[in-house]
């Protein structure tokens, strides 16, 4: 925890990582961003900064001071503090840090995932609504409690919840619905062993981490199959 921002080669090539950026990187965000050769991060004054993948011409790309960061090719998605009170509220802006505005006003947005020109969150109660961008208005996609969601784009919201509230069945398990709002149900996918943070889906594949018999493990399911496999066992 010590501040910095390091590169090193994808292969695995480099006998020691790069040291691009020293003592400026925020320890509280986990968000790092690397787009037209340029890496966005929040500096330890919580404010948006853009730096050259070889950690020079570093820029301030915003100065209103923020705790969370979302890059896509067009935007940058942001929370700030509200001027009339101490909650925040979930912006969005230009790459180049133009046209700051709030995605809806007075609303925080919660596990954020833009798919074209809409964005999907969730609520305090993590009810799974979307809205287009730049109309300012909220539109429930489902009534389901969900954490932690990965909008894929084969058509589909990936998320965690329990297995069914009202039979009192608490086991995390993973579900996929439908990104038009058309699933009756939520798909049941797997029953993870223990409690995740992490949900990444790529090329029909979802990535996770996983507890079980005092194990931990990144675990990967095949969205159609159902077929679980461990790619990593850590410590």
């Known amino acids: 925890r010590d501040n910095r921002i390091y590169r090193i080669k994808t292969d695995g090539s480099m006998a020691e990582p790069q040291l691009i950026n020293d003592n400026d990187f925020h320890n509280s965000c986990a968000q790092i961003y690397v787009l037209n050769d340029k890496v966005y991060y929040l500096g330890t004054d919580s404010k948006l900064y853009a730096m050259g993948i070889d950690g020079q011409n570093r820029e301030l790309v915003s100065d209103k001071v923020s705790d969370y960061l979302a890059i896509t090719k ?4 942001h929370d700030v503090k509200r001027e009339d009170s101490a909650d925040k509220e979930t912006h969005i802006m230009k790459l180049d840090g133009s046209d700051d505005k709030a995605v809806i006003e007075n ?26 961008i730049g109309s300012g208005e909220a539109e429930l996609v489902y009534d389901i409690a969900a954490y932690n969601f990965n909008v894929s784009n084969d058509g589909y919201i990936y998320f965690f919840g329990y297995e069914d509230v009202e039979a009192k069945k608490y086991t995390i398990c993973l579900f996929r619905v439908k990104t038009d709002g058309t699933s009756e149900k939520a798909e049941l996918l797997y029953k993870l062993a223990d409690n995740s943070d992490y949900l990444n889906v790529v090329n ?7 507890e079980e018999d005092s194990k931990s493990f990144i ?3 095949d969205v159609d199959s159902k077929e679980v496999k461990n790619i990593f066992e850590y410590k």
Do not use: S
């Not at 029909?204 to 996983?210: C, I, L, V």
């Open 74 to 77: 067009e935007y940058i998605i």
């Open 107 to 132: 609303t925080k947005l919660n596990t954020v995932a833009v798919v074209e020109d809409y964005i999907y969150y969730t609520t305090g109660d993590k009810e799974i609504f979307r809205t287009k």
């Open 204 to 210: 029909g594949q979802a990535f996770f981490m996983d």
């Open 219 to 221: 675990r990967m399911v």
